[in-house]
């Protein structure tokens, strides 16, 4: 939560219009493309991986490409970076980075092999637990 300005009683409505405003001007994709935020955020998945199987999961559950493309982005840094990755992938580097570029559109086999050299799979779970036989 950032504090951006305090005021008193008597202020309140103009403080939260400034603080509204403040807020529609802060890009946040410029943010989640900064690079001190995506090392950031790779330190974290280094130091916590069951944070960037979290992160996967939520992404894929949600479903948005250009979130999992930041993710993949900021977890390949986590994981030596381009070369290193592209290397246990199989992968060109050339072709990880476009592929991992904001336009980017990975295939399957890409998205597999990219996901096992970082240790992690894709897995297959029901939305809901099946219903008991006999009950419908």
């Not at 005021?7 to 802060?26: F, H, L, M, N, P």
């Not at 992404?59 to 900021?74: C, H, P, T, W």
């Not at 096992?116 to 009950?135: H, N």
Request: glycine share 6%; hydrophobic share 45%; with cysteine.
């Amino acid at each position: 939560m950032l504090l951006l300005c305090g005021g008193d009683k008597r202020t309140q409505a103009s403080d939260i219009e400034q603080a509204v405003s403040y807020r529609k001007d802060w890009n946040t994709e410029t943010i989640m493309k900064s690079r001190l935020h995506d090392e950031a955020m790779a330190e974290l998945y280094r130091n916590d991986p069951a944070l960037a199987v979290d992160l996967i999961n939520s992404v894929l559950d949600d479903g948005d490409q250009a979130e999992l493309l930041i993710a993949l982005r900021q977890l390949t840094l986590a994981f030596g970076g381009v070369q290193t990755v592209a290397a246990q992938a199989h992968l060109n580097p050339t072709q990880l980075y476009r592929t991992l570029s904001p336009t980017g559109n990975p295939a399957l086999s890409s998205l597999t092999a990219i996901l096992k050299a970082m240790g992690l799979r894709l897995a297959v779970q029901p939305l809901s637990p099946p219903a008991p036989a006999g009950t419908a």
